[in-house]
């Protein structure tokens, strides 16, 4: 240590790394007296002396004064990590959820007077088919919602379909990017974001093509993962 900062700073240290009372005192007395301050000297001695150490206990009862709302050091280090983790999670949620107030939450899709409709200029939405085809193979899986109230009941049986599935597949992948994340990158949680709620990812489907079996030819892209 080269000040009185750097002392105090390696007093701590000792104390909590050692079990040896004597041992860390003798060090102290080295550093310190080195120093030429005898003031300083003093008041270490009687820290190194008088400071309660009881580096042994590992439950509340054998030190209640250490444990506060834990049971135990593994449950505090656990806790620790648990309360990182969860931050990390909830300011994923928070960025998913601002974007989506910010796009309207996509309700521009059903608007037939919005820039890009899923329908045409008169209300028509046309199923675009199962994940796996280029079109629908049945012309009259088409509706109107605007046309009628029924119309508009019945259309609320039309579904969209991940084409990567969502809960097969993107958000386990989006729990292993988050917590498998290099230190010197950060998550790319726009791509995520992507392919669960934009068009980049989803197709309109009457019931009958939605497809629920499993999508094994849709994987996310992992060099996405991260920027």
């Keep these: 240590p080269k ?3 750097d002392v105090i700073e390696y007093t701590l240290s000792a104390l909590l790394q050692s079990n040896n009372r004597h041992k860390v005192s003798a060090e102290l007395m080295k550093t310190i007296g080195e120093k030429d301050n005898h003031e300083l000297l003093q008041l270490m001695g009687q820290i190194v002396n008088t400071i309660k150490q009881n580096i042994q206990a590992n439950t509340r009862q054998e030190d209640p004064d250490w444990f506060k709302g834990i049971i135990t050091t593994m449950d505090y280090v656990k806790s620790k990590k648990k309360g990182k983790i969860s931050a990390e999670y909830q300011k994923l949620l928070n960025n998913f959820k601002t974007k989506l107030k910010v796009n309207d939450y996509h309700g521009d899709y059903f608007d037939r007077n919005a820039s ?3 329908c045409d200029t008169d209300g028509w939405f046309f199923c675009e088919g199962p994940y796996n085809t280029v079109v629908c193979p ?12 029924i119309n ?6 039309w579904n969209f379909d991940h084409r990567i599935e969502k809960s097969r597949v993107i958000l386990p992948e989006l729990i292993i990017a988050q917590d498998e994340k290099p ?3 950060v998550l790319n949680w726009s791509y995520f974001y992507d392919i669960l709620f934009t068009r980049k990812n989803l197709c309109l489907v009457h019931i009958s093509c939605h497809d629920k079996t499993e999508h094994d030819s849709e994987k996310c892209d992992q060099e996405q993962y991260y920027l």
């Design 152 to 157: 508009y009941v019945v259309f609320s049986t």
């Design 3 to 5: 000040n009185t900062a």
């Design 116 to 118: 890009q409709p899923l």
């Design 138 to 149: 049945y012309t009259e899986h088409r509706i109107n919602p605007y046309g009628s109230h």
């Design 183 to 185: 230190k010197d990158q």
